[in-house]
């Protein structure tokens, strides 16, 4: 069992404000005991943004030439990699995730890292923009300037992915951070913390803080906060968007999900089967990306049914850290039950249950495990294919042609992502390009760190990833000068 009894605030390990507030962390494998960390209290806040802010407005990081802040970013990808396993079994135990998908997230993790330092190297931090009129007497230089004190909020599921989306670009620009993680990360993100510490980030660059809902919003609310970049649900993207617009905060959101895989008449479905259990299952379904809505042609409804049934009983559930467990548990009880309560909800609504159901998995009784479950004759009205379950539940919905895919994939108060299947990939994309969606797949291919992440309508406000990532979290300054 592992006790951190410290916060990492502003480069140093440090006592919490409240020394009571130690949270036990549970296995949501079995319920055993974790470990023991130190949670944050709003002087712990205070701390945090007062270092931050001392960093920024007088501290060498924002005045830093950008190759030496690349150069940081650089020494902790290193020592993230080389303690890769370490990473990806820490996260696995805290959150349940399978092992497979752990291991596998670590040389994304340098990919996404690797697109960040590519768009930082051709930026552009300052240049020199040429008159449109060639009888005016003066030119522009364009400068990209960090913003300030950043609070970066992100989710328990995939915790190293979303902190290194918000941390990277924050840094390479010169800004301070504030990192808030979910309780349930605890143990994962002191690492992360110790990771960044190695790299040698300057005094008060980065504190990482461990808070409940209460204490991340005084962090968003905190005056001495300029951008607030949260990824979470839509509810509480909502709260930060009116904190932020009271406040006239730069905001990021990134937010749910209930994406949609067209699978068109043509396509392969021993393919579109194999792609759709990462992209529709992957981190025991608990992923805003994931494709949960499958669309199928009403003339191959039926193949598409049994194709998704055959794939989803095949999957192994259970102790994440077994090499052959594809789907491990829920990371929380109120997880599990919530996911269970939609399963029964389907069922309520008159969808017809293929596989799975409410009861708990034989034999993991003790663990927070979900039966992974598969509804067919759903409308897309129905709440079980409107809302974002974040478990392992998928939806099947039949369509007439492809205007009324396209319909249906739209019909959603989300645009976060989606897939086209086909046998014709120029057929794929042209309803690819249809799509109100911020990211789409096409047969499968992996999503991409140098483009844009971020949704449309309910899914957010903003992107992550890449040069427009990167451009996030930077003001831009226009000086005029006579020539």
């Known amino acids: 069992m592992t006790v951190h009894d410290k916060l990492y605030i502003g480069g140093s390990w440090v006592a919490p404000s409240d020394p009571d507030l130690l949270l036990d962390i549970l296995s949501p494998h079995d319920q055993s005991l974790l470990g023991s960390v130190a949670q944050a209290a709003p002087a712990d806040v205070d701390a945090a943004v007062a270092a931050a802010r001392e960093a920024f407005d007088h501290g060498p990081w924002p005045r830093t030439a950008p190759e030496e802040r690349q150069e940081i970013v ?18 696995s135990v805290e959150n349940g995730s399978a092992g497979w998908f752990t291991k596998a997230g670590q040389p994304f993790l340098t990919r996404q890292v690797g697109a ?10 300052e240049e020199v923009v040429e008159p449109s009129d060639p009888s005016v007497a003066f030119d522009t230089i364009v400068r990209r300037e960090a913003i300030g004190v950043v609070a970066a909020v992100i989710p328990w599921n995939s915790p190293f992915s979303a902190a290194t989306a918000k941390l990277v670009p924050a840094l390479l620009a010169g800004n301070t951070v504030v990192l808030k993680v979910s309780p349930e990360n605890s143990l994962s993100m002191m690492l992360l913390a110790q990771l960044w510490h190695e790299a040698g980030l300057p005094e008060g660059v ?5 808070a409940d809902r209460e204490t991340s919003e005084y962090l968003v609310s905190h005056p001495g906060v300029d951008k607030i970049s949260f990824t979470g649900s839509t509810r509480a993207g909502r709260r930060i968007a009116s904190i932020a617009g009271e406040h006239l905060k730069r905001v990021g959101l990134e937010l749910g999900g209930k994406s949609a895989a067209l699978v068109l008449e043509d396509a392969d479905l021993p393919a579109v089967t194999q792609g759709l259990r990462f992209g529709s299952l992957a981190n025991n379904g608990e992923a805003c990306i994931l494709q949960t809505r499958i669309l199928a042609p009403r003339s191959r409804y039926e193949e598409v049914v049994a194709a998704v049934k055959e794939m989803v009983e095949s999957l192994k559930v259970g102790d994440p850290s077994a090499p052959d467990t594809f789907i491990g548990p829920m990371i929380r009880r109120d997880q599990q039950q919530r996911v269970i309560d939609y399963i029964t909800l389907g069922i309520e609504e008159g969808a017809r249950l293929v596989t799975g159901g409410p009861q708990v998995p034989e034999g993991l009784e003790k663990g927070n495990y979900v039966t992974p479950t598969v509804f067919a004759d759903v409308d897309n009205s129905m709440r079980i294919a409107q809302e974002e379950i974040f478990g392992p539940v998928l939806a099947v919905i039949a369509y007439e042609d492809e205007d009324d895919a396209v319909r249906i994939a739209n019909d959603s108060e989300y645009g976060l992502s989606g897939g086209v299947w086909s046998a014709d990939p120029e057929r794929a994309l042209s309803v690819a390009r249809r799509l109100r969606t911020g990211t789409v797949t096409v047969n499968g291919s992996p999503m991409s760190f140098d483009g844009p992440f971020g949704g449309y309508k309910a899914s957010g406000v903003g992107r992550e990833y890449g040069k427009v990532g990167l451009t996030g979290y930077v003001e831009h300054k226009s000086i005029t000068r006579s020539r």
Do not use: Q
Not at 82 to 91: P, T, W
């Open 74 to 91: 650089r020494r902790y990808d290193a020592l993230r990699a080389a303690r890769a396993d370490e990473v990806a079994a820490a996260i």
């Open 116 to 125: 960040y330092l590519k768009a930082a190297e051709e930026f552009g931090w």
């Open 206 to 210: 980065l504190s990482v803080l461990p």
